[in-house]
């Protein structure tokens, strides 16, 4: 199942997209409105919820939440980006890769 976060996660929406993959989490982060959509199987399926809500894709950043160690990865098809100088599945900026990291760590990290 795929959340929409825009306030800080229930334990009920965590487990929720732990479901498909137990360990971690999908996610696709708009790093402007500073909200996330996580879970599923794919970084893309997670990005279209956020397409759905009003998102820009220029705004849309895919990363993997790891909760038992709270870190964030930084991997996904969706970064591929000639046109916004990412041409890696890695988040190359690091002011980008900063603000998927805070938004992350406010809306699902332990407390």
Known sequence: MINLIQERATKE???????????????AVDIERGILAGGGELHADCEAVLLENGSKQVHIW????YPLTQE????????IRPRQNNRSMEIQDPMIRDR???IVQRLLGEL
């Open 13 to 27: 929406q965590l487990e929720e997209m732990l479901e498909i993959l137990s360990s971690y989490i999908k996610l």
């Open 62 to 65: 895919g990363a993997d939440w």
């Open 72 to 79: 964030v990865g930084y991997e996904s098809l969706i970064n």
């Open 100 to 102: 998927v990291a805070q």
